[in-house]
């Protein structure tokens, strides 16, 4: 008799491969974090030598972000058209000669365009990365695995920051260093990565049944033949054009809500702390200091989310999580005026409480969508969502400035409190199901 594919894999015990893989698809996510972090700190020389106007240092600034928006659509496409594997070494390739050819440039233009393409290539590996992972888990630790490599991405924004003050000190060249220096990184990762197999479930649904049962041997030793797909890849296929079509355009919907609502706050709080916190009145070197601690307390936050993620569920989670962070934020609204040790309790509670909402980032979409619309859901959410966290980052400074820091901080309570409420309508529970019955759509998903 034929065994299920998605029984042998959500059965299968923990083992090397799992972990390994693990490591390897956290690098996209830490290289993410690293490149959009160092790029702050390498300004500061760049800047005088290239002679960057305002508008310039803005534009390298947000360069990696808008490439992030493009790589995460195209990748999603391109990594559900022809296959996890392929791709899972190529965006890192991109990434390592964008990253070095950063040495070199003697332009504003070319610094924008290096870091444009560097983060297309990064965009791509989410979706790459995180399907490849979803689609190998047991189901067990499916939630905690993808959310793990999330909280990579504060561990790549530390280091960047290490590295960063470190390589100040070598010289007026130091900038350049800094910059390149995500090669290093990008060379370990792609040398862990080689070798990886693809997705089974990918090669099943591509009719490849030979290859999928090698994968499965390989990774999960001896097994019966898979010699049928199994009851998700017996669905009709559904490009990105026909998502909404097919009956996936309110789970498109309830992710690119809830993640934008989540990465708006985040964003505009890491790339803004020591201004957010001068302007709470705390000095310099207390906002310096508060800063570090408050980045420190974000990667917490995740970790503790990964902890509880299978025993409150991901929908309980979410709630919690956006509750509890929009009303730290809110009482920094209100408090603002208060005194240090105050406006530190509030910070730090809402870098702790917004682990959650993080976290579920890229639980969500892996798990509330079919293998052959998988990669482009995770790609396409990833990439509407950071419209909103640019947009939120380039209005930070204008609205502490315009609107004073009390309403910019309930402002972006609000927008948590939207997240709330979406989610508290269309967040559902699935925990406790495998990879195909929480993205079919005639299954019934439990909220």
């Known amino acids: 008799m034929p065994a299920q594919l998605t029984d042998i894999l959500d059965s299968a015990p923990l083992n090397a491969f799992h972990k390994k893989l693990l490591i390897y698809s956290s690098g996209g996510p830490f290289l993410d974090g690293y490149v959009l972090s160092i790029v702050g700190i390498a300004l ?22 808008i490439g992030i928006i493009l790589g995460g659509f195209f990748g999603g496409v391109f990594t559900d058209k022809y296959g996890r594997h392929i791709l899972y070494t190529i965006d890192l390739i991109a990434i390592g000669v964008s990253s070095i050819a950063q040495f070199w440039v003697e332009s504003a233009m070319s610094l924008f365009v290096w870091r444009l393409i560097l ?22 630790y499916r939630g905690p695995f993808i959310g793990f490599i999330l909280a990579m991405w504060f561990v790549g924004a530390a280091v960047a920051y290490v590295v960063g003050e470190w390589m100040l000190g070598i010289g007026p060249d130091g900038w350049r260093w800094m910059l390149a220096s995500a090669a290093l990184p990008t060379a370990i990762f792609m040398f862990m990565r080689r070798g990886t197999p693809e997705s089974p479930r990918w090669l099943l649904k591509n009719g490849r049944y030979a290859e999928a049962n090698s994968v499965l041997t390989m990774v999960c030793g001896k097994h019966d033949q898979v ?57 310099e070197r207390a906002g310096t200091s508060g800063s570090s601690v408050i980045m420190v307390l974000f990667l917490l936050g995740t970790v503790i989310s990964l902890l509880v993620i299978n025993k409150l569920g991901r929908r309980l989670l979410l709630l919690h999580s956006f509750f509890w962070s929009g009303l730290a934020l809110l009482f920094l609204g209100i408090y603002h005026d208060s005194s240090p040790y105050v406006i530190m309790l509030f910070f730090s509670a809402y870098a702790i409480f917004t682990g959650g909402a993080q976290t579920l980032q890229f639980v969500y979409p892996n798990e509330l969508f079919p293998t052959e619309i998988r990669a482009s859901a995770v790609g396409l959410a990833s990439s509407l969502s950071r419209f909103g966290a640019a947009i939120g980052t380039y209005l930070v400074p204008v609205a502490i400035a315009d609107l004073g820091i009390g309403t910019t901080m309930i402002i972006a309570a609000a927008i948590t409190g939207v997240g709330f409420l979406v989610s508290w309508k269309m967040a559902p529970e699935t925990r406790h199901h495998s990879l195909e019955d929480a993205a079919c759509l005639s299954k019934t998903v439990e909220i």
Do not use: H
């Open 44 to 65: 500061v020389q760049a800047t005088p030598q290239l002679n960057l106007s305002l508008t310039w240092q803005g534009l390298i600034g947000a360069s990696a972000l």
């Open 119 to 140: 983060g297309i290539s990064v965009g791509a590996d989410y979706p790459i990365a995180t399907s490849l992972l979803a689609e190998f888990t047991p189901k067990k």
């Open 227 to 283: 010699i049928d797909v199994d009851e998700e890849s017996n669905a009709q296929n559904v490009g990105v054009s026909a998502l909404f079509k097919a009956g996936y355009g309110p789970r498109m919907i309830f992710i690119t809500i809830f993640w934008s609502c989540a990465i708006i706050p985040l964003f505009a709080v890491y790339a803004f702390c020591p201004t957010i916190f001068e302007a709470l009145g705390l000095t």
